[in-house]
């Protein structure tokens, strides 16, 4: 079965330091990817996706993310965390063939960015 | 420009009831989408349409129809509400037909229905 894995239920680190937010998948083919982002009692919102090309992948917020074909991750990265990070982050994967409508997401990845 | 907007934001029903959860989305997109989500379950889609007049099952259809009213419009409709149907319902829309793959997605702010 095609699945989207956050290891991590929730993630802390502090304010100004690096953090990185994980993602493996198991889809067949080579899936389009996405991160999204979810603020308490808010909608899901945009942070960047990989199509095809470069490998790093630069988004919204200062957020970037690595996809790594032969590990079939696409973790979400960021230089220097702000307490304002802190919020819901969900890996979603879309299959290149199969069912057009389907958008698999992962389960969800808590930030905690602390002063 | 609201981009998706969703009513109601909050529901309350008892077993058995119906109610019809409305989506609506200012941005000219083909594709139109609901999900629900769970705590520690990510979102599950429940129907999709990829253009005006078409719609498709998604994973968790069960209990659920859905009606694309127009381009702007789809409407989540549960006929007998159950407990199971307790949960976080997202609309979401995205620019081409037939739910490109490369789309982005742009979600709604939700609404939040418990099924007592």
């Known amino acids: 079965a095609q699945s989207v894995a956050q290891p991590e239920d929730q993630v802390n680190v502090a304010e100004g330091n690096p953090l990185t937010v994980k993602c493996t998948y198991s889809v067949s083919g080579n899936p389009y990817l996405f991160w999204y982002v979810q603020y308490p009692n808010r909608g899901l919102q945009f942070l960047l996706k990989y199509i095809t090309g470069d490998n790093l992948v630069k988004g919204s917020y200062g957020f970037e993310a690595e996809f790594n074909k032969s590990q079939t991750s696409f973790h979400l990265k960021k230089p220097s965390a702000l307490v304002s990070d802190s919020a819901l982050y969900f890996c979603?994967?879309?299959?290149?063939?199969?069912?057009?409508?389907?958008?698999?997401f992962g389960q969800g990845t808590t930030l905690q960015v602390k002063p | 420009n609201a981009g998706v907007t969703q009513t109601p934001k909050f529901q309350v029903l008892k077993t058995g009831q119906s109610m019809t959860l409305q989506c609506a989305q200012d941005m000219n997109h083909n594709s139109m989408y609901w999900y629900r989500q769970d705590p520690g379950m990510g979102l599950r889609l429940i129907y999709y349409s990829a253009s005006e007049g078409t719609t498709d099952k998604g994973e968790v259809p069960n209990g659920y129809n859905v009606s694309r009213l127009n381009k702007r419009e789809f409407s989540l409709r549960l006929e007998s509400a159950a407990p199971s149907q307790t949960s976080v319902y997202f609309c979401?829309?995205?620019?081409?037909?037939?739910?490109?793959?490369?789309?982005?997605?742009?979600f709604g702010p939700g609404t939040r229905l418990t099924v007592l």
């Open positions: 979401a829309s995205s620019p081409t037909k037939l739910a490109g793959f490369t789309d982005t997605q742009y």
């Open positions: 979603a994967v879309r299959p290149r063939s199969g069912n057009t409508g389907k958008l698999i």
